[in-house]
C-alpha cells in the first residue's frame, strides 16, 4: 500500500476527532450541529470530484476507444453517487432538526441535489441497457459529459438565485461573513481529507473492474 | 430570522406545522425525537457521522463480496 494511504487515514482519524473536539461558537438553531459542516459539505465536494474524474475518463475514452477508461469513468461515477447519498441523507437528518422536516419540496437545493442523483441514477441505467461493450461505453460517456454539465448548475448556481433556508442561497457564498470563522479551521482539512479517501475508495473500485474485465476478456 | 426565512419559502409549514418538533408541543414528541434533541443538539453530529460511516461499510461490504466472486471465477477458470 502507497504512503499517502496511511496519510490519509492518520489525516481523516484527526479531522473527525477535531470536528467533535474544536470550540465553536454559540449559534442560534444550529447549536452542537454546526459541527456538520464538518461532514456534511465534503460529501457533496468529493461527489463532484469524482463526477470531475469520471468526466476526464469519458473524454479520454471518446479519443482513445480503450475499455478501461470507460472502467474508470463508470467506477468514478458509482463511487460519487455514494457521496451523493451520503450527502442527501445527512443533509435530511439535519434538516430534520434544524428545519423541523425531513425533506421539504420548498427547499430549491435539496430537491435539485436528488435530481442530479437521479440523473447520474439513469446513467447506470444507461449502461445497464447494452450488452455490447464498445457501444455501452461511447454512448454512456457520451451521456456522462451530459451529466455532468448538470451538476454545477443544480447544485451551485439555481439554488443561489433562490430563496432558500439552505446557507448559501440569494447570491452568498455558502461560506460568508455570517458564517463563525474558526469552522475554518477544520472544514479545509476535511475537505482535503474526504477527497483524498474518495479517489482511495475510487482507486480500489476501478482496480477491481479492470481485473474483472481482464478474467472476462481472457 | 430563521422563522420569517421559513415562512417565506417552506409552504409546508402552514400545513404540517403542528406536527414539527419545533413547533408547540414538542415536550410530547416521540423518544427518538427527544433524544436528538437533547445535549445541543449533538447526537445529530453523531448521527450524520455514523450515516456516512454505514453508508461507506455497505459499499465496502458490497465490493468485498464482489472481489470474493470474482476471486471464485478466475479460480475455477484455472483449474480447467
Redesign the interface.
Known amino acids: 500500500m502507497k504512503v499517502w494511504k496511511y496519510v490519509i487515514a492518520v489525516w481523516m482519524t484527526i479531522v473527525?476527532a477535531a470536528?467533535?473536539l474544536i470550540y465553536i461558537p454559540e449559534i442560534?438553531?444550529?447549536?452542537?450541529?454546526a459541527?456538520?459542516i464538518f461532514?456534511?459539505v465534503p460529501?457533496w465536494m468529493t461527489m463532484f470530484v469524482l463526477f470531475l474524474i469520471s468526466l476526464w475518463y469519458s473524454i479520454k475514452y471518446l479519443n482513445d476507444a480503450n475499455l478501461q477508461d470507460d472502467v474508470k469513468a463508470s467506477s468514478a461515477a458509482t463511487?460519487g453517487v455514494?457521496f451523493g447519498?451520503?450527502g442527501l441523507?445527512?443533509g435530511s437528518?439535519?434538516a430534520?432538526?434544524?428545519?423541523?422536516?425531513w425533506w421539504?419540496?420548498?427547499?430549491p437545493k435539496m430537491n435539485l441535489a436528488a435530481l442530479a442523483l437521479m440523473i447520474y441514477v439513469a446513467y447506470f441505467v444507461l449502461r445497464s441497457a447494452f450488452d455490447d461493450r464498445a457501444k455501452r461505453a461511447k454512448l454512456s460517456a457520451v451521456y456522462n459529459i451530459f451529466a455532468v454539465t448538470t451538476v454545477p448548475f443544480l447544485l451551485y448556481i439555481v439554488p443561489r438565485q433562490l430563496?432558500?433556508?439552505h446557507p448559501g442561497a440569494d447570491g452568498n457564498p455558502a461560506f460568508s461573513e455570517i458564517t463563525a470563522d474558526e469552522l475554518r479551521f477544520i472544514l479545509y482539512p476535511a475537505f482535503i481529507g474526504f477527497i483524498a479517501m474518495g479517489y482511495w475508495?475510487y482507486e480500489?473500485?476501478t482496480r477491481?473492474n479492470i481485473?474483472?474485465l481482464k478474467?472476462e476478456n481472457? | 430570522m430563521?422563522e420569517d426565512?421559513?415562512a417565506?419559502?417552506?409552504?409546508?409549514t402552514e400545513a404540517?406545522s403542528d406536527q414539527?418538533?419545533?413547533?408547540p408541543g414538542a415536550e410530547e414528541a416521540g423518544v427518538f425525537v427527544q433524544f436528538?434533541?437533547s445535549?445541543?443538539?449533538?447526537y445529530?453530529?453523531l448521527?450524520?457521522?455514523l450515516?456516512?460511516w454505514l453508508?461507506?461499510l455497505f459499499?465496502l461490504f458490497r465490493?468485498d463480496k464482489?472481489?470474493a466472486k470474482?476471486e471464485e471465477?478466475?479460480n475455477s477458470?484455472q483449474e480447467e
Not at chain 1, 104 to 107: D, P
Open positions: 473527525i470536528g467533535f442560534p438553531i444550529l447549536e452542537q450541529t459541527r456538520n461532514f456534511h460529501m463511487v455514494v447519498i451520503c441523507l445527512t437528518l439535519w430534520r432538526f434544524t428545519w423541523g422536516s421539504t419540496f420548498a427547499e430563496t432558500s433556508l475508495i480500489i473500485y477491481y481485473l474483472k478474467a481472457s | 430563521q426565512s421559513l417565506i419559502v417552506d409552504t409546508l404540517y414539527w418538533a419545533g413547533a436528538m434533541s445535549n445541543d443538539l449533538i445529530v453530529v448521527g450524520v457521522s450515516i456516512i453508508v461507506l459499499f465490493v464482489k472481489v470474482l471465477q478466475i477458470n
